[in-house]
């Protein structure tokens, strides 16, 4: 394909410092990709077992104290608590695409910001419309935001079995999407699924978050130090009425990105490696390979039998989600992308074509971790419409990585071909030749 050299190009190759960022973070998150999915599928079969009630018992056993309303069920634990640390990692993500990654210049950030933002409208107002248009009582309505989350973690996972060679471009262009799916689900939670908020313990909240803040930026990092500042934040914000995964996101927040010129004698961290670097390298393994196959273990356990797969099909929220995940994230990310080329006048970058975004959207489809928390602060945990929407987030997840599959997989010739490019270092150097190019890129690239 000629490209006119004039124009914007999407899906531009990205430097090499940030190509081996990404390529780090995938490793890891299709690591825990495939510990989520046997959660997931663990959970499944003991739900389904005669031992059913041993399962149930399990999720629902009640430990810790009273105070800050922290008597919470094994369930309840792994949703509030080990999600925090899934947020807190999607937190300092966040800051790092906006300070020094892909999303530092507006013009770098206007696609994904674009896609992800059209990926959580259209399954959310697809699923407003089929509610409705089923007939649905009015406390399905609440169920809108569970289509609208993107979980990297298992679309990597989809990648890593079909053993597609997804270019750098395209992979770093799903984690920053992943990324921003994040953020707005967090605002999501934070806004629209508080029930009661104690502004005065939320406003103690800040206290502690604000310690913990002043320690980091002074590269103070001495977990006896954090660590207790980060739980009492966490639990004011729990107390409170709010989400306690919004803490995670709020403490990831505050964590600086840039490393300094000079760093105190009182610092634990090198000078040329920043804070948040060294927090994501520990706590990433943590969040991705036990909080979230944890949370999907207690999350996933969907009684099937006994005519609980006929009752969820049949429910109007269950189909709504399911559309939502397939055909509104595939309209809204496919469109939100194709708009933004259509109003800039930007083309496809070398040896893409517009049927690979249709596989990333599809892969945007897969919805899991935030779908799950979702449906049950939509629903109540354990509730029948829960136990619904958990079987609908399954099905319609595993639904968008089968079309993904099909459609990526007929690419992939092409991605084995731009793979051997990514990887080809005839001088030498450690850094692949085409990178060594496109490091000094024109300006306008996407």
Known sequence: MSLNPLRPRLFARTTWQEAQYVAGALRTETVGGALLLAAAVAALVWANSPWFDAYSSLRDWQVGPHALHLDLTLGQWAADGLLALFFFVAGLELKREFLVGELRTPAKAALPVAAALCGVALPALGYAVTVTLLGADGDALRGWAIPTATDIAFALAVLAVIGTHLPSALRSFLLTLAV???????????????????????????????????????????????????????????????????????????VPVKPRARVPRVSTLDADVDVAQRFEHRLRPLSAGLAVPVFAFFAAGVRVVGGGFGDSITDAAA??????????????????????????????????????????????????????????????????????????VLLGSLA?????????????RVYRRLAELETRDDDGNGIPDCFEVSDVGPEGRH
Do not use: C
């Open 180 to 254: 921003v799916d994040d953020l707005v689900a967090i605002t999501i939670i934070a806004i629209f699924y508080t029930k009661s908020l104690d502004l005065a313990l939320l406003g103690l909240a800040l206290l502690p978050l604000a310690v913990f803040a002043w320690l980091v930026q002074r590269r103070i990092a001495r977990w006896w130090l954090l660590l207790p500042l980060a739980a009492l934040t966490w639990g004011l914000v729990h107390a409170s009425g709010i989400h306690a995964t919004v803490a995670g996101v709020l403490l990831g927040l505050v």
């Open 319 to 392: 189909l709504a989600v399911m559309l939502g995940l397939v055909l509104g994230k595939l309209v809204g990310v496919f469109g939100g992308t194709w708009v933004f080329a259509r109003f800039t006048r930007a083309e496809l970058d070398d040896d893409l074509a517009w049927w690979d975004v249709v596989g990333l959207s599809l892969l945007a489809g897969i919805g899991f971790t935030v779908s799950l928390l979702v449906g049950e602060l939509a629903f109540g945990a354990g509730s029948p419409r829960d136990e619904h929407v958990k079987l609908a």
């Open 400 to 412: 968008a990585a089968a079309l993904a599959t099909v459609v990526l997989r007929t690419r992939n």
